[in-house]
């Protein structure tokens, strides 16, 4: 684990640089931004798929580390210092070496920004193949022992559906968006995410949903009894800066 955990620090350089866009995630019930999702970005504007097109297999750890540090720093600049929204940072498992020590540089950072600790969530995302299943359970054990919000991503459309469910209770899941999407047309797609709405309650996780586009889709989720959601609807994302809402999602969850 040493011989690793080393190997990662004095690896090979990224070659290239990255900063963030942020997307605000929007708490229905208070009307309010519950928290800003890191989005990476080329500093030139590039999308997320060049940017991690240009990871080598070697640099997983020492990107993962990266984009953890630029999002707290970036959030530290230009989050409200007041009731500070929440970070959400998306990380790789398998990239993950030992959970405490690979936590170093991100609550290094948290502390030298002076950015709260329990400010942050990190999601890992469902299509992320997760080789072993006691070391994810170890990772999300650790994340909440230092005060993190644990979430899953894109539920719904990856690998183990609701048997990650069962192996893993986060605190937050994501809907993914394919589940979403024109949910106001499809019984389908109603029943199936009323029924996650169910299980959801029962296990005391909260249920947001992103990918939302149109204001039928957010009331018909809405209806569902689902509190947060993300989505071009409510604002898109914006390069280093807090978007604002659009006017017109901010009368509709009025």
Not at 57 to 84: G, H, M, S, W
Not at 189 to 212: F, K, S
Not at 219 to 234: M, S
Request: hydrophobic residues 45%.
């Amino acid at each position: 684990m040493a011989v690793s955990c080393e190997g990662c620090r004095s690896g090979e350089p990224l070659g290239f640089d990255f900063t963030m866009a942020f997307q605000p995630i929007v708490d229905a019930a208070g009307n309010s931004v519950w928290g800003y999702e890191a989005l990476i970005r080329g500093t030139g504007g590039e999308g997320a798929g060049e940017i991690l097109s240009r990871v080598t297999p070697e640099q997983r750890y020492r990107f993962d580390q990266a984009c953890r540090v630029k999002a707290i720093e970036l959030a530290a600049r230009i989050f409200p210092k007041e009731n500070t929204p929440r970070l959400s940072i998306n990380f790789l498992p398998n990239a993950v070496y030992e959970p405490a020590a690979c936590l170093r540089k991100t609550l290094s950072a948290a502390r030298r920004t002076h950015f709260p600790q329990t400010a942050i969530m990190f999601e890992f995302t469902e299509n992320e193949e997760v080789r072993d299943t006691g070391h994810l359970r170890s990772i999300i054990a650790e994340y909440r022992k230092q005060g993190f919000v644990t979430a899953i991503d894109d539920f719904g459309a990856g690998r183990s559906g609701l048997s990650l469910l069962a192996d893993f209770q986060p605190d937050l899941i994501k809907l993914d968006m394919h589940l979403v999407r024109d949910i106001h047309t499809s019984r389908a797609r109603q029943a199936i995410v009323a029924g996650l709405a169910n299980i959801c309650r029962e296990l005391d996780i909260v249920l947001l949903a992103e990918g939302v586009e149109c204001e039928d889709e957010f009331l018909v989720l809405k209806a569902a009894g689902i509190g947060l959601f993300q989505g071009y609807w409510f604002a898109r994302p914006a390069f280093e800066a807090l978007p604002a809402l659009s006017p017109e999602a901010v009368r509709a969850a009025a």
